[in-house]
């Protein structure tokens, strides 16, 4: 039986065994499992100062403070928050929007349907690598733009937005500079002490945490502005996000996050060998290109088309090799519009696929990819 080989980590992580251990003292009767709302009693007591603490981790790693930090369920629930709150709670001046073309669908369906609404909505372009033209993007800016929302690392083909240079546009111009940081919080250095951003969005699983977890940051200065909450009840995120608070998966994220951060440096170097190993073992297939850019890109994630090579074809004969398409959150039936966004025809779009590494990868997990894309590429071209 071929070895199975994972490289589908910008979809999601498995949980990192010390985080599972962690996670495991806060579910059953012997741990701490009560309701963190619950403060009549010390089932309760206990779980929210382990929420807290937990919180103040997180807010310390990210350069935040521990009030600036909501949990929701996911990054989806906190871009939606983070767009939606601000935008459906602001005056009927400041409707405007500017978002880029390819952001995560969690960006771009909640922008359609703001449309809808009649908030207006421009979507800058990329350049054939998939970086936004800063000079456009200002020339871009109204009076009536309340918010500006960019990815950081795009999630398909890792290319990085100058989100330092962007974040001091929107701070002279007065706007919310909102960040996707799906991808790159527990993988690739960010400090909001070191960089304007009001609203940040990011979830554990990317990081070896679980899912159903996830974070918005808000910065205090948005206390004065009331983000419009999408779910109501008890109120327990400061009136921002209602539904009782998930201690064992607040927990994890936590954990995961530390290792995350403890390891990065070197983890980092450890991928970029790897990435590098893929690449140098591939370069030479005919009529193969990347998509994106190498170098001002994550080293965890590499985006290459093959020529005349259908990729649904190409991952069928790779069956033990998990890599994809496009994201995850991208329809079966959709070509990736991340991917267009750059230029490509139909043709090229359907011969790439997503190779991303991560904690688990190996050079020999590499070695097998090679030796087993090598001799799916000849059989292709040979029979097709």
Partial sequence: MKKLIYLDYASTTPVDERVLEKMNNYLTIDGIFGNPSSYS??????????LERARN??????????????FTSSATESINLAIKGTVTISNNIKRHIITNVSEHK??????????????????????????????????KIKNETILISIMHINNEIGIIQNI?????????????????????????????????????SFSAHKFYGPKGIGVLYIKN???????????????????????????????????????????????IIRIKKLKKQLWDGLRNIKDIYINGNFCNCSPFILNIGFKNIFNKIL??????????????????????HVLKSLGLTEKLIQSSVRFSFGRFTTKQDIDLTIEHIQYAIKKIRKYY
């Fill in 106 to 139: 969690s960006v771009l369906s909640t922008c359609s349907y703001l449309e809808k609404l009649g908030i207006k909505i421009t979507y800058l372009n990329n350049s054939n690598i998939g970086l936004i033209d800063l000079n456009i993007l200002e020339k």
């Fill in 221 to 267: 200065k948005f206390n004065k502005i009331q983000i419009k909450p999408l779910i109501h009840g008890g109120g327990q995120e400061k009136g921002i996000r209602s539904g009782t608070l998930p201690v064992h998966q607040i927990i994890g994220m936590s954990t995961a996050l530390s290792i995350a951060q403890t390891e990065m440096k070197m983890e």
């Fill in 41 to 50: 009693h010390l089932f309760g007591i206990k779980a929210k100062e382990s």
């Fill in 164 to 200: 330092e240079k962007i974040s001091e546009i929107c701070k002279e111009k007065n706007i919310i500079f909102h960040v996707d940081a799906t991808q790159s919080v527990g993988k690739y250095p960010l400090n909001l002490k070191n960089i304007n951003i009001d609203l940040l």
């Fill in 315 to 336: 991952m069928s004969e790779l069956n033990n090799i998990a890599i994809s398409s496009s994201s995850s959150c991208t329809s079966n039936t959709q070509t990736s």
């Fill in 57 to 70: 981790n997180i807010a310390n790693i990210i350069g935040s403070k521990p009030n600036e930090i909501i």
